[in-house]
């Protein structure tokens, strides 16, 4: 890409052409299980691209290992397939670099909570500008049917055979705890509320996070359909919306309110309306979108979806760049071979054998170490 001259410095494109979901659909053939939560996914965002207003030209995905990293393949955009748990390290460097570019990164449950969960929370916890999307399975597909950080406590897999003894990480609380400025639920069953979710994640400026509940039908088929099914629905997900009060229910019977262990579901015909917490997602203090994340047990008790917490905290790479610009102001623009020969050179001598008379030199100019 050619469209910047140096980090901050963009070439006039004019104006953004209308886009169609046919312009952001890529001319691979889209090759997961059939009746995989993953095309659900795809579909929302190829649709939800045209209304973003974004250039493909001016668009990264960038993925792990495993089902969910074959995403980039099928946007019409740039994308790098990394390795595992690396994605949001990559996106980093490339948020870092090329600050106009819109970067979203893409893995599963295993890929970014397991070897790659120490790129995750410090991704979010320097809030650099990325979007980062985590298809929630609970489970290892790619490789057949595992347990992975996320499977439920009890789980039988092909690598726990009598049941799985660990607890699971809940993505919510792991974001959360690592002070992301956006977090947000959504499920693969519901494409206009996945889309309001990404468009909310791609509008926040900072590292948003959006777990993605995703059905694999073939080695945790119906994990979450106590949940997501169309006629459970108004029953069993919690609707987060700012400024109201947190009802759901057919009729709006039950509520969440705070005790002093935390926020708890209720009967709001028993505590009365005044009782029902109202959902604030801009406080800063993450304790109280941290009790909402608990509320769910098991992925069959009733779970909030929506965004839990969106602050403004200053992004990462405009205030590095920001810095960067007042140190050259200072001490201008600096010379990499001067500073490499600024330290003391050192000079190491080989060990001389018994049939030498001089010793080979080798003189390391540079920083010494």
């Given at each position: 890409m050619t469209d910047v001259l140096d980090p901050g410095t963009e070439m006039d494109l004019g104006p953004v052409?209308?886009?169609?979901?046919?312009?952001?659909?890529?001319?691979?053939?889209?090759?997961?299980?059939?009746?995989?939560?993953?095309?659900?996914?795809?579909?929302?965002?190829?649709?939800?691209?045209?209304?973003?207003?974004?250039?493909?030209?001016?668009?990264?995905?960038?993925?792990?290992?495993?089902?969910?990293?074959?995403?980039?393949?099928?946007?019409?955009?740039?994308?790098?397939?990394?390795?595992?748990?690396?994605?949001?390290?990559?996106?980093?460097?490339?948020?870092m670099a090329r600050p106009d570019l819109d970067v979203w990164v893409i893995g599963g449950d295993g890929d970014m909570l397991s070897i790659g969960g120490n790129h995750l929370i410090h991704a979010l916890r320097r809030n650099i500008n990325l979007n980062i999307l985590l298809f929630n399975n609970q489970i290892y597909g790619l490789t057949k049917g595992q347990f992975s950080p996320t499977s439920q406590k009890g789980k039988v897999t092909k690598s726990s055979p009598v049941g799985l003894v660990s607890r699971p990480f809940n993505p919510i609380s792991v974001a959360l705890g690592a002070e992301a400025t956006f977090v947000a639920r959504t499920h693969d069953?519901?494409?206009?509320?996945?889309?309001?979710?990404?468009?909310?994640?791609?509008?926040?400026?900072?590292?948003?996070?959006?777990?993605?509940?995703?059905?694999?039908?073939?080695?945790?088929?119906?994990?979450?359909?106590?949940?997501?099914?169309?006629?459970?629905?108004?029953?069993?997900?919690?609707?987060?919306?700012?400024?109201?009060?947190?009802?759901?229910?057919?009729?709006k019977q039950f509520g969440v309110a705070r005790r002093p262990e935390g926020v708890v579901i209720v009967e709001v015909a028993e505590v009365g309306i005044e009782d029902i917490l109202v959902h604030d997602e801009t406080i800063r203090n993450p304790s109280t979108?941290?009790?909402?994340?608990?509320?769910?047990?098991?992925?069959?008790?009733?779970?909030?979806?929506?965004?839990?917490?969106?602050?403004?905290?200053?992004?990462?790479?405009?205030?590095?760049?920001?810095?960067?610009?007042?140190?050259?102001?200072?001490?201008?623009?600096?010379?990499?071979?001067?500073?490499?020969?600024?330290?003391?050179?050192?000079?190491?001598?080989?060990?001389?054998?018994?049939?030498?008379?001089?010793?080979?030199?080798?003189?390391v100019d540079g920083l010494g170490t």
């Open positions: 052409p209308e886009t169609t979901r046919a312009d952001w659909s890529s001319d691979q053939e889209v090759r997961w299980c059939p009746g995989c939560g993953d095309y659900s996914i795809l579909t929302a965002m190829q649709l939800l691209m045209p209304e973003l207003g974004v250039r493909r030209e001016k668009t990264v995905f960038i993925s792990g290992i495993g089902c969910a990293a074959r995403f980039p393949y099928y946007m019409n955009t740039y994308g790098v397939h990394t390795i595992h748990g690396r994605a949001p390290a990559v996106a980093t460097g490339l948020a069953m519901d494409r206009r509320h996945m889309q309001e979710m990404f468009r909310r994640a791609y509008e926040h400026e900072g590292s948003s996070f959006v777990e993605v509940l995703q059905n694999c039908n073939i080695f945790n088929d119906g994990v979450f359909a106590a949940i997501t099914k169309k006629d459970v629905r108004e029953d069993m997900l919690i609707d987060l919306q700012h400024g109201k009060p947190i009802l759901f229910g057919s009729e979108a941290f009790s909402l994340s608990r509320l769910a047990k098991t992925p069959a008790t009733p779970t909030p979806v929506g965004v839990f917490r969106a602050i403004d905290s200053g992004e990462f790479s405009t205030s590095v760049a920001a810095q960067i610009r007042e140190v050259q102001a200072q001490l201008g623009t600096g010379d990499l071979a001067t500073l490499l020969r600024s330290q003391p050179t050192w000079e190491v001598w080989a060990r001389p054998s018994s049939s030498a008379t001089t010793a080979d030199r080798l003189v």
